[in-house]
């Protein structure tokens, strides 16, 4: 190593170390807050952005592109900058918090294991016996949407937590694996529903059909 080598080294280290912190205190404040007001927020919609002042920061809104082909870190930067309120805190969403809604969900009468019914999945139409002009007919399921764009594709006015995209999360799997979930708009909700889960790098970047969800909760 050479002596800028070796300082880079040590500056990567120091930043790992600091994130890893933060994400330690970032666990225990969104447990603090659970544990006090008995709940958290969930994003109704996935992630999107929008340049305020020269800077990228995070949206959920409805008919917004969802932000995909980005790395982990800059989803998880995005997810932080959402809340615009001193009282609330905003975070990419954690694995235990998709888990716990999807069992609110299924207590709801949402199928979490074969979500063809109410995601956008390549086979949502055929699986539901929809007829193209029926009510329910999606012409363009199989195909990445903008945020919220059906009503079909809801459960409890969260939009899109079944099929459209993948959605990483923070839970992780090992020291480079990070877990995303929820399927994604090119298979069938039988095999890709919202519960299910897979690992991938977080830094690899250019993915197109990977986004995420932030979760918010009160300070």
């Known amino acids: 190593f050479t002596a800028k080598e070796a300082t880079e080294t040590e500056e990567a280290k120091t930043a790992l170390k600091v994130m890893a912190e933060n994400l330690v205190q970032d666990y225990s404040d969104m447990i603090e807050s659970i544990t006090k007001y008995k709940g958290f ?3 109704r919609y996935e992630l999107s952005t929008k340049t305020e002042n020269g800077v990228k920061v995070g949206i959920e809104q409805k008919d917004k592109v969802s932000q995909t ?6 989803l998880y930067k995005y997810s932080k900058n959402i809340a615009g309120s001193e009282n609330m805190q905003t975070r990419m969403i954690w694995g235990c918090q998709w888990d716990v809604t999807c069992k609110w969900l ?27 002009g029926s009510e329910k007919f999606e012409a363009g399921a199989g195909e990445k949407q903008n945020t919220g764009s059906s009503e079909n594709w809801k459960a409890n006015n969260i939009y899109d937590l079944a099929g459209n ?17 929820g399927g994604i708009y090119s298979s069938d909700g039988s095999g890709y529903p919202a519960r299910m889960n897979r690992i991938s790098d977080p830094g690899t970047s250019g993915i197109w059909n990977l986004a995420s969800r932030a979760s918010l909760y009160i300070k």
């Open 106 to 132: 299924a207590e709801h009468n949402y199928d979490i294991n074969n979500s063809s019914a109410w995601g956008n999945y390549s086979n949502y139409n055929t699986a539901n016996n929809y007829a193209e």
């Open 69 to 74: 082909n980005t790395n982990w870190y800059n």
């Open 41 to 43: 927020y969930i994003g």
């Open 165 to 181: 995209c993948w959605e990483w999360t923070q839970e992780v799997l090992g020291a480079d694996r990070s877990v995303n979930r």
